[in-house]
């Protein structure tokens, strides 16, 4: 089944623990990006890559990282997390960039930093 | 960048009724505008989506109707199901700015039996 899969589902954790959430795809998709989903925000885009060891900003990346060493996993890094991070978080993959093909979006992992 | 507007915020519609949502989009240079559908507890998926080049697209009870001079589109569900309860999104995608999504603020659509 053509999936994309997020890892964990649910975490709380205390200010200042580094934490990493995975994303993972079996689609072979080239693009893939993450997302914070907030009240009345929507989703707004925090990082893209569009390939291996290719990934850019997108429009909060403010404390986060990500990685990208093989073309089906796309990390999401919080080094430090801090209280305004509590989110949901959303992964999502496609063939090409968005609006080339349909994207594919992840369950989501809620995240409360304390 | 772009900057896309969704109304309502909340909608509520008796089973059988139909539903719009409205959203509207600041970048000229937008031409893809999918609208997705998010269920209690997952992500968000694609129902319908549209191009700069089509005015309307329709998907059996679902469609979609864009005016790019008014730089507005619409998400259209008719004989509303309980199923069809969810938190709709539209996007836009610009490739002004390299090629990704700003969605819009979502509707929590919700129909009455």
């Known amino acids: 089944e053509a999936q994309v899969t997020q890892n964990p589902r649910y975490l709380i954790t205390v200010t200042g623990k580094k934490l990493t959430v995975t994303c993972s795809q079996n689609?072979?998709?080239?693009?893939m990006s993450w997302y914070r989903q907030d009240p009345g925000l929507g989703l707004r885009q925090i990082y893209y890559s569009m390939n291996v060891e290719v990934t850019d900003k997108g429009d909060v990346p403010e404390g986060y990282k990500v990685s990208r060493k093989e073309k089906r996993n796309f990390p999401l890094i919080l080094e430090s997390p801090s209280p305004n991070q509590t989110s949901l978080y959303f992964c999502?993959?496609?063939?090409?960039?968005?609006?080339?093909?349909?994207?594919?979006f992840g369950q989501g992992t809620r995240l409360t930093v304390v | 960048g772009e900057n896309v507007e969704q109304h309502p915020s909340t909608l509520s519609v008796q089973e059988g009724d139909s539903a719009v949502i409205k959203c509207t989009y600041s970048?000229?240079?937008?031409?893809?505008f999918p609208w997705y559908k998010q269920e209690l507890g997952k992500g968000p998926q694609l129902i319908i989506d549209?191009?700069?080049?089509?005015g309307e697209k329709k998907d059996q009870r679902i469609a979609v109707t864009l005016n790019k001079t008014a730089k507005h589109f619409s998400l259209h569900i008719t004989e509303t199901q309980p199923e069809d309860s969810a938190v709709y999104f539209c996007a836009a995608v610009t490739a002004n700015t390299g090629n990704q999504f700003y969605f819009g603020t979502g509707t929590s659509l919700t129909v009455i039996p």
């Open positions: 689609m072979n998709h080239e693009y």
């Open positions: 970048d000229s240079a937008s031409n893809y």
């Open positions: 549209i191009r700069s080049n089509v």
């Open positions: 999502a993959s496609s063939f090409g960039f968005p609006g080339h093909t349909e994207a594919f």
